[in-house]
C-alpha cells in the first residue's frame, strides 16, 4: 500500500489536474459509470440534474440497458476490465466524464487497477483499498470507535457461533457459519470442491452477532462539511431469509445449510429515539477516514451491522462508495425527504454534488 504521504502528493497532483480539466471543458461534466449494480439510479439522478451520461456496458448487457432513454452514450464492451483500456480511458477523456464507482467495479478490479484509471473518480478512490482489504477496514473501523464483532483469529479459537467471509465484496456469497472446528472445515471443503476459494486461508472468521441487520446509507459532502442520512434498508438474502419457511423438523430432516446470497433490498425505517446514534457513527466514521486515509469520506457510504435486543449497533462492515440499496430510493426515502425537497436519490445527491462542486470552481474537492 502507498504510503500515506505519498498519497497526498498524488492526490494533490490530480486534484490540480482536476482544476484545469474543468476549466478546459467549461465546467461541461458527463457522468459516467459500469452498467451494473445500481447505474440505472446514478445515470437517472445524473439527468434529473441536467448532465450527460454514458455507461460503459457489456456486450451481454446491452438489451436491458438500450432501454433507458436517461442514457446518452454507451461504450460497449466485452468485459468490464476493458474500462481501463486506452481506448475506453481516451473516450471516457473526451466525454470529460467523472467516474461513479460502485460495487461491481470493487468486486472486478483490483484495488491497484482502480487506482490508476485516469477517468476522474468521485470520492475517494484510495479509500476503496480500505473497503477490499479486511486489516485496514478493520483498522478504520476501530479509529471510527464503531462497536465491530471479535474476530477469530484461527479456526482452533472458535467459539461460540461464528460467520465465516471470503475476501472483498461477494454480496454475502459463500459465507457460511460455523461453531467448531470441525465445521469451519466443512464448511471450507466445499467451498473448494466449488472453487470459490483456493484453501482455508481465504476464509475470514468473524464473530455472529445476534439481532437485525440493518444498511446505514449515509452522504459526507466535502463542501458543505455535513453528513446526510440518505436511507436505509435491510438485504433480502438467500436462502438464509427463507430458511424460516420451513419448519424446525423439516429442516432438520433436509440438513439445510445457508447462504447469504444477496437478491434484493427491502426498506426500513429506524425507530427515531436510534437516529441521533446513527448520526454519531457516520460523523465518527468521516472525521477517521480523513485522519487515515485522505482526502477522507467524500460522497456516499454505507455502514453495515446488527441492531441487538438493547438496540446496541454493532457494525460488522462498511462500503466506502453508493451501495445497491440505495436503489430503493430513486424517488428519495423516508430520511432524505426531511432534508430536501426534490425526490433525492443517492445517484441525483452525487449528480448535485458535482454541480454544486463545478459551480464554486471546488471539483478538486470531491474528486480523485
Ligand atoms: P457487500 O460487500 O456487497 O456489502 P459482503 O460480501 O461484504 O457484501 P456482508 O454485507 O458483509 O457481505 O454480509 C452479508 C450478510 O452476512 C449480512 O447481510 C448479514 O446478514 C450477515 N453478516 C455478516 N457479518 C455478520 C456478523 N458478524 N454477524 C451476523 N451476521 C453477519
Redesign the pocket.
Known amino acids: 500500500m502507498p504510503a500515506i504521504n505519498a498519497i497526498e502528493k498524488d492526490f494533490n497532483l490530480l486534484a490540480n489536474n482536476q482544476k484545469l480539466l474543468a476549466r478546459k471543458a467549461g465546467g461541461k461534466f458527463t457522468i459516467a459509470t459500469l452498467g451494473s449494480h445500481c447505474s440505472l439510479q446514478l445515470l437517472k439522478g445524473a439527468k434529473d440534474e441536467g448532465f450527460r451520461t454514458l455507461l460503459v456496458c457489456e456486450k451481454r448487457r446491452l438489451g436491458l440497458y438500450r432501454r433507458f432513454r436517461f442514457i446518452d452514450e454507451i461504450i460497449e464492451v466485452d468485459n468490464f476490465k476493458e474500462v481501463l483500456s486506452d481506448k475506453c480511458q481516451k473516450r471516457l477523456k473526451q466525454a470529460n466524464s467523472v467516474m461513479i464507482p460502485h ?1 461491481t467495479l ?2 472486478q478490479m483490483r484495488s491497484d487497477e482502480i487506482e490508476k484509471i485516469d477517468t476522474p473518480i468521485f470520492g475517494n478512490k484510495w479509500i476503496l483499498r480500505w ?1 477490499a482489504d479486511r486489516k485496514l477496514k478493520e483498522k478504520l473501523m476501530k479509529e471510527a470507535g464503531l462497536r465491530i ?1 471479535r474476530t477469530v483469529k484461527s479456526k482452533d479459537d472458535i467459539s461460540g457461533l461464528c ?1 465465516v ?2 475476501h ?6 459463500g ?1 457460511y457459519l460455523a461453531w467448531s472446528r470441525e465445521s469451519f472445515e466443512e464448511g471450507a471443503r466445499r467451498l473448494i470442491d466449488q472453487k470459490m476459494i483456493r484453501g482455508e486461508d481465504d476464509l475470514y472468521i ?6 437485525v ?1 440493518v444498511y446505514l446509507q449515509y452522504f459526507y459532502s466535502p463542501i458543505s462539511a455535513e453528513i446526510e442520512l440518505l436511507g436505509i434498508d ?2 433480502y ?1 438467500s436462502d ?1 431469509d427463507g430458511i424460516g419457511r420451513i419448519p424446525a423438523k423439516q429442516q432438520l430432516g433436509a440438513g439445510v445449510e445457508p447462504s ?1 446470497n ?1 437478491i434484493g433490498n427491502i426498506p426500513l425505517v429506524l425507530r427515531e429515539s436510534l437516529l441521533d446514534e446513527v448520526y454519531k457513527m457516520g460523523e465518527n466514521f468521516v472525521r477517521a477516514a480523513e485522519r487515515l486515509v485522505p482526502p477522507g469520506m467524500t460522497g456516499p457510504f ?1 455502514l ?1 451491522g ?1 441492531y441487538d435486543s438493547e438496540g446496541r449497533f ?1 457494525t ?2 462498511f ?1 466506502a462508495r453508493i ?2 440499496g440505495t436503489n430503493l430510493y430513486l424517488d428519495g426515502s423516508p430520511y432524505s425527504g426531511l432534508l430536501y425537497v426534490d425526490p433525492m436519490s443517492m445517484g441525483r445527491r452525487i449528480a448535485r454534488e458535482v454541480k454544486i462542486a463545478n459551480k464554486n470552481g471546488k471539483m478538486s474537492k470531491i474528486l480523485t
Open positions: 460495487g470493487i468486486s473497503e464483532p460467520i467471509k471470503l472483498g465484496a461477494a454480496g454475502g456469497r459465507y468473524q464473530e455472529f452477532v445476534r439481532g441487520p435491510r438485504r438474502e438464509i447469504y444477496v454505507c453495515e446488527v454493532t460488522f462492515e462500503s451501495v445497491a
